[in-house]
Nanobody, 124 residues
Framework: QVQLVESGGGLVQAGGSLRLSCAAS????????MGWFRQPPGKEREFVAV????????YYADSVKGRFTISRDNAKNMVYLQMNSLKPEDTAIYYC?????????????????WGQGTQVTVSS
């Protein structure tokens, strides 16, 4: 069993920044790939970013490339999403998820555990 808890969401103006955190417990965190997804209002959950178990591999959705950075601290069982130059279209509930292998990292159905989500709202 894995528990994931996101934090750091909030209301920010366009062009601003937020840093999301995801705390993991109950598993061997260091061997799981960790991903961030988001679900805009009325839409399906979509891939944002993923980081490999060692932190050596990162992948991003085209819509956030160059603005968002994913990182992890295996000693603290934490994964982060630094979001800069935020746009109104980034408004969504953001979720972190874990999966044992990096393959199919952009498919939400392949993730084994999810957090409860944190709301990010970007005003124009």
């Amino acid at each position: 069993q894995v528990q994931l808890v996101e934090s750091g969401g909030g209301l920010v103006q366009a062009g601003g920044s937020l840093r999301l955190s995801c705390a993991a417990s109950g598993s061997i965190f260091s061997i799981d790939a960790m991903g961030w997804f988001r679900q805009p209002p009325g839409k399906e959950r979509e891939f944002v970013a993923v980081i490999s178990s060692s932190g050596g591999g990162t992948y991003y959705a085209d819509s956030v490339k160059g603005r968002f950075t994913i990182s992890r601290d295996n000693a603290k069982n934490m994964v982060y999403l630094q979001m800069n130059s935020l746009k109104p279209e980034d408004t969504a509930i953001y979720y972190c998820g874990s999966k044992r292998f990096l393959a199919a990292y952009d498919n939400a159905r392949r993730y084994e555990y999810w957090g409860q989500g944190t709301q990010v709202t970007v005003s124009s």
